[in-house]
């Protein structure tokens, strides 16, 4: 069954702090890979995606994400945290040839000052 | 300005009254779809369209309807209700459904059912 699963629902940083939230799929087929972000009351917007190419993606306000194939991996990584990132964060596939999108759990992110 | 609108934004109904909620979007967009965001289960797709008359079903479309009969507005429909749907609504669109393009969310429906 397709899938998308993010181990971690809870997140709470310090500014500063490196972050690294995981995100794996279920997928057969070629895949495209999304991290969409919700600010708190406000609707989803688009933090990066990855269709071919460079596994390693670079997206808005310094966050970046690798696509490890062989793991069926796509986390998300920013190295300084600060407190405007506190937010929930969803992974999302996509099959290449089909109009269903397919969401995570969420991670909520909360970064204290 | 691009964008995707809903209405209403918040919406309190009782078991069993048809409803509906808009989705129009500016951009000419092909692909627009209906998502539902429950805490703890992320977004969940309920229907989507490729295109004007086309619809498909998504991951979770019991208990809605949907119709496609413009390519700017694409409705959501519950015929009777119930308190299982209440959640927060989101309706999307890209310019095409296949290629690798970004979804553009509105701001969101939150629907109570009692």
């Known amino acids: 069954a397709q899938s998308v699963s993010q181990h971690n629902h809870h997140v709470i940083l310090s500014e500063a702090a490196s972050l690294e939230l995981g995100c794996n799929y279920s997928?057969?087929?070629?895949?495209?890979l999304f991290w969409y972000v919700q600010y708190p009351g406000q609707h989803l917007q688009l933090l990066l995606k990855y269709f071919s190419g460079d596994p390693l993606v670079k997206g808005i306000k310094g966050f970046e994400a690798e696509f490890i194939k062989s793991k069926f991996s796509f986390n998300l990584r920013k190295p300084s945290v600060q407190w405007s990132d506190t937010a929930e964060y969803f992974c999302?596939?996509?099959?290449?040839?089909?109009?269903?999108?397919?969401f995570g759990q969420g991670t909520t992110l909360q970064v204290k000052p | 300005e691009a964008q995707v609108t809903q209405n209403p934004r918040y919406l309190i109904t009782v078991t069993g009254k048809k409803l509906t909620v808009t989705c129009s979007q500016n951009m000419n967009h092909e692909y627009m779809s209906w998502y539902r965001q429950d805490p703890g289960l992320g977004l969940r797709q309920i229907y989507y369209?490729?295109?004007?008359?086309?619809?498909d079903k998504g991951d979770v479309p019991e208990g809605y309807k949907v119709s496609r009969k413009e390519k700017r507005n694409f409705p959501l429909i519950l015929e009777s209700p119930s308190p299982n749907q209440t959640s927060l609504y989101f309706c999307?669109?890209?310019?095409?459904?296949?290629?690798?393009?970004?979804?553009?969310f509105g701001p969101g429906t939150r629907l109570t059912v009692l």
């Open positions: 999302a596939v996509k099959g290449s040839n089909t109009g269903k999108l397919i």
């Open positions: 997928y057969g087929g070629t895949v495209n």
């Open positions: 999307a669109s890209s310019l095409h459904g296949r290629a690798n393009n970004e979804q553009f």
């Open positions: 369209s490729m295109n004007v008359e086309v619809t």
